[in-house]
């Protein structure tokens, strides 16, 4: 064999591997993480080792982005990571811990005032955990859908998610960009419905994981090929056409696991024929810097900074 076909045929393998882990890298992450959150429930410290396969998951999605990019800009230092950490350690990681514990205590309260044998809502226990966990994806994606639709197509609920859509590109870190508000009005919505059903604590901790993990890999950097899990799931693709600047493509596609809701209320928004732009943001300024951001939107001044644009039909979408 010569020099050239092996080089031909290197490069034919190349081409082959990279193809293999556009396909393969959105759900292996998916599949890593879950079984990541499989092994931690079963230790004696969840939460730590949670934390522990987080960081791991997104340590993958990092080296993902830098071997296979969607959008080589993107990869440029746009000078707000210090925030976007900031934003999701203390303001959404505190508000989900803040979640976290009072499901907790929910649950001590529901087995110490319920007989043993009885139930404290309609949730159907006896089936196997992981129906359970499929019906608290499409339970909690209900409330989800509504809080994040609400914060686009209402004015008083944007100023607080404008902060999310004010990224200039997409990657991992910016994920957990959220403000307060923000957060606490999405867990309410979603969280409330399953304990009124009276859904059982180990369901909240496998919706919590797998909106979590998804969210990772709906704002990665990675050029993955989702097919028919488009239909299916939230995906990159779908997130990508979320963040559009242009209303009509923005304000589309607001499910956060899967796009059930999407479907049925007629915001689904997938077309086929062109790329989702990688031109993103919003018309709106936010205030550089973490505490001016999440008191922005309390202020009169800020909120016209976010709000100002909104009368132009090119208006970004959240």
């Given amino acids: 064999m010569t ?46 080792w949670f934390n522990l396969v987080y960081l791991g998951v997104v340590l993958l999605i990092l080296a993902c982005e830098r071997v296979l990019p969607y959008e080589r800009a993107w990869q440029a230092d746009d000078g707000e990571m210090r925030d976007d950490l900031a934003h999701t350690l203390f303001t959404k990681g505190v508000a989900q811990l803040g979640a976290y514990l009072a499901t907790l205590a929910g649950a001590a309260s529901a087995i110490a005032l319920q007989p043993a044998a009885s139930q404290a809502g309609p949730w159907p226990v006896q089936w196997p955990m992981a129906l359970q966990v499929v019906l608290g994806l499409v339970v909690a994606e209900l409330g989800l859908y509504v809080a994040h639709r609400a914060a686009h197509e209402w004015r008083p609920l944007w100023r607080f998610h404008a902060l999310h859509h004010s990224v200039r590109r997409l990657w991992v870190v910016n994920t957990g960009r959220f403000h307060i508000v923000d957060t606490l009005m999405k867990i309410a919505c979603s969280q409330t419905p399953l304990l009124l059903l009276g859904a059982p604590l180990r369901v909240f901790l496998w919706v919590s994981a797998t909106t979590a993990f998804i969210g990772l890999l709906t704002h990665c950097n990675v050029d993955v090929r989702t097919g028919f899990l488009d239909r299916i799931f939230s995906t990159p693709p779908l997130h990508r056409w979320h963040h559009s600047k242009r209303l009509p493509e923005g304000n589309r596609n607001y499910g956060e696991n899967v796009v059930l809701w999407d479907r049925l209320f007629g915001t689904y928004h997938h077309p086929r024929d062109r790329r989702p732009p990688v031109d993103i943001g919003i018309s709106g300024r936010i205030h550089d810097g973490f505490l001016r951001q999440l008191w922005q939107p309390f202020s009169a001044r800020g909120a016209r900074d976010i709000m100002e644009p909104a009368a132009n039909a090119e208006r970004p979408a959240a």
């Fill in 3 to 48: 020099f050239r076909a092996m080089a031909a045929r290197l490069a034919r393998c190349r081409s082959l591997a990279r193809e293999a882990l556009r396909v393969l890298a959105w759900p292996a992450i998916l599949c890593a993480g879950l079984a990541g959150t499989d092994a931690a429930l079963a230790t004696a410290s969840p939460m730590f």
